[in-house]
């Protein structure tokens, strides 16, 4: 007969598709702070900072695992590598969720979901021969919110018809 696991051993294990969904309903209710902290808690290079820390860890310090175990002799290891869907959703975590950087149906738009101490960051996303160069400013310190977009120096809407000119498009968001 199995020995049935308490809870409270489990609440500690780190089950990284989950843990990525709370990060992704963090910045949907706007609180871009604790998102990226929960963000940065789950990289994987977090696990891998001191020797000691990755020889508990035991696995690829570049490979996001699925799971993060936390009871008895396995505590801080991770397992299943190489093996799972939470890279994707990390990736869809960090690029259109706290970035904010979005595309559907070749139109591309922005809302990002930042901690406020983010001053300013950029990005450059190339569709076919064309470069857009994004960089977002953050002058009163918020974590949501667009306030205006300007491609080469006009205002627009946010959504940028995405184009394969070859051109090179210099776009500002303002949050």
Known sequence: MAKKREYKKWSQQQYTHAAIWAIIAETMLGFGDKAAELYRMINPIEHTKTKEAANKYKVEPYVLSADVYGAGNLVGRGGWTWYTGSSSWFYTAGIEYILGVKINNNVLSFNPCIPKTW???SCR????ESIY???FLNPNGKNTGVTKIKMNGIEIDNSIILEKTGKIYNVEVEI
């Open 133 to 135: 160069n994004i960089k």
């Open 125 to 128: 996303y190339k569709y076919g």
């Open 119 to 121: 001053k300013e960051f």
